[in-house]
């Protein structure tokens, strides 16, 4: 059994919820290739059977990761069918444009956002820790953003959602010190996917065979990474330290077209 390691990332039998379009697809496709067992998951039974369709070597699971007995549920039947599961990616997640100048154009939003983005990979992770810290090998992958270090203005709920997955990443790293469960960070710049309407052809985000290609790399180069970080994510990941955290501020919110 292997893990996602060195130049050797095959082997592995990966569960991926909220992967059935975007960044979570291309990658379930990507580790795919590499020889990996990957199980996607997704609310939508038409999405995953057209997944299944066009790859019948990926295997597909119903979950709403909202929904705590919808985890449960698809946990049971993941590692039923793959009892050696050793890597769990906690993909799902959503953006919403929020104006929070009146509750009533932004609790509702701000509301579904954290329960998905952030209460959804703390329920995944409790699904399936025990399962995962009887493997030899073990790798959690949680998924941040790079506005969870400099502020998109028009998405607070989202930033502040990718801000505590950063954090709540930095913290069970140091308790799973003592077990064979690693805990990585993917920490996306803005890719070109349906994530918000007009995001899959802005110019200003990157395009999602880039960022798949270029996260495969560095997961191979840098085995021992906390943080998985393609260069577009350093200008927004790193402001604070450079010293230039209001000038990257103040460039994000100009060039970004979301609400706009």
Known sequence: MSRLDGMNISGNTIFIPGSTSGIGLSLARALRARGNTVVV??????????????????????????????????????LDRHPDLNVLVTMAGIMRVEDWHKP?????????????????????????????????????ITVSSGLAFTPLAVTPSYNASKAAIHLLSESIRLQFEDTTVR????EPPSVRTALVPGQEDSEFAMPLEEFTAEVMTLLEAQPEAKEIQVERVKFLRYGEARGDYDQVVATLNAADPHGK
Do not use: Y
Not at 49 to 54: E, F, L, M, V, W
Not at 111 to 123: A, D, F, M
Not at 183 to 186: I, K, P, T
């Open 104 to 140: 009533e154009s932004f609790l509702a939003s701000a509301e579904e956002v954290v329960t998905t983005n952030v209460l959804g990979p703390v329920r995944l992770i409790a699904a399936f820790i025990e399962h995962l810290r009887t493997r030899p090998d073990a790798t959690i």
């Open 183 to 186: 805990v990585v960070e993917l």
């Open 41 to 78: 998951g997704g609310r939508r039974k038409d999405l995953l059977d057209q997944i299944a369709a066009d790859d019948p070597g990926i295997d597909t699971v119903l979950i709403d990761t909202t929904d705590p007995g919808s985890i449960e549920s698809a946990a049971r039947q993941v």
